[in-house]
């Protein structure tokens, strides 16, 4: 929940963003706040998974719900890396984020609720 949590405050910048012409710069400061608990959540998803995987299943072989999930949390670290490398860039340029960026981020919530609940399907 930490990942969609980050992808919910991504997507409240964003919108107060557009409503205003550019983010404040509190809210700005908070986009590396947010990457960092996107990447965070997203390597918990990855720890949990793999971890539930190798102690309790024995390495079996859980089925396409499982293979689903890895590649929707694969998915999702790769969409999360991006933006946290596009932003930072942006950041240290002193320049705003590309248009695009907010719309990617509105993915991560909706990736990060799938990967849970495929998680929660395979696993219980």
Known sequence: MLGAAAGFG???????AGIAGA??????????VF???GLAGILLIWLSGIGLWLFRYDLADLGAAY????????VLLGVILAI???A???AKAGTPPPAWLPS???TTPI???IAMALGVWVFI
């Open 23 to 32: 983010p404040s710069p509190d809210l700005a400061a908070l986009r590396p």
């Open 111 to 113: 990736l990060t609720l």
């Open 104 to 106: 990617l981020g509105m």
């Open 84 to 86: 946290g490398r596009v």
């Open 10 to 16: 991504v997507m409240a910048v964003s919108r107060r």
């Open 88 to 90: 930072g860039r942006a």
């Open 67 to 74: 293979t689903a999930k890895l590649i929707v949390a694969l």
């Open 35 to 37: 990457s960092k608990m």
